[in-house]
C-alpha cells in the first residue's frame, strides 16, 4: 500500500482546507484509516480515523466540530475537511493505513503512512 496525502498549504486564522490520501497499490478498502498530525518540536498525535465501511468515525477532542473525516471507496481516497482553523492546527498532517477494519486512535494499530503534507494557519 501506498499512501499519498497532498492538499496542504497556507490558510488565515479561521479558514477551511481539505486535505486527501490517496491510496495505490493494494487495497485499503478493507482497512481503517486515519489521519495523525505532527507540529514542530511535538509527538505526534491523533486527529481522526474512520473504518474501512465509513460508518464509524473517531474525532480527537482538539478538533471535533471542526474537522470532518471522510472516505471515498471508489477513488481510495480519504479526506480531511478543516474548518475554523487555528494557530495550533500548523503541523504536518499524516495519513495511514490500518492492519484492521476499525477506526483506530493508537498509531501502533496503523501500518502504512503517507509521507505528510504541511498545514499552517497564520494567526
Known amino acids: 500500500v501506498q499512501l499519498q496525502a497532498s492538499g496542504g498549504g497556507l490558510v488565515n486564522f479561521g479558514g477551511s482546507l481539505t486535505i486527501s490520501c490517496a491510496a495505490s497499490?493494494?487495497?485499503?478498502?478493507?482497512?481503517?484509516m486515519g489521519w495523525f498530525r505532527q507540529a514542530t518540536g511535538k509527538e505526534r498525535e491523533f486527529v481522526a480515523a474512520i473504518s474501512r465501511d465509513a460508518k464509524t468515525m473517531s474525532v480527537s477532542d482538539s478538533v471535533k466540530d471542526r474537522f470532518t473525516i471522510s472516505r471515498d471507496t471508489v477513488k481510495n481516497t480519504m479526506y480531511l475537511q478543516m474548518n475554523s482553523l487555528k494557530p495550533e492546527d500548523t503541523a504536518v498532517y499524516f495519513c495511514?493505513?490500518?492492519?484492521?477494519?476499525?477506526?483506530?486512535?493508537?498509531?501502533?494499530?496503523?501500518?502504512?503512512w503517507g509521507q505528510g503534507t504541511l498545514v499552517t494557519v497564520s494567526s
Open positions: 495511514a493505513a490500518a492492519t484492521g477494519p476499525g477506526a483506530y486512535r493508537d498509531s501502533d494499530r496503523y501500518t502504512y
Open positions: 497499490g493494494r487495497a485499503v478498502d478493507g482497512r481503517g
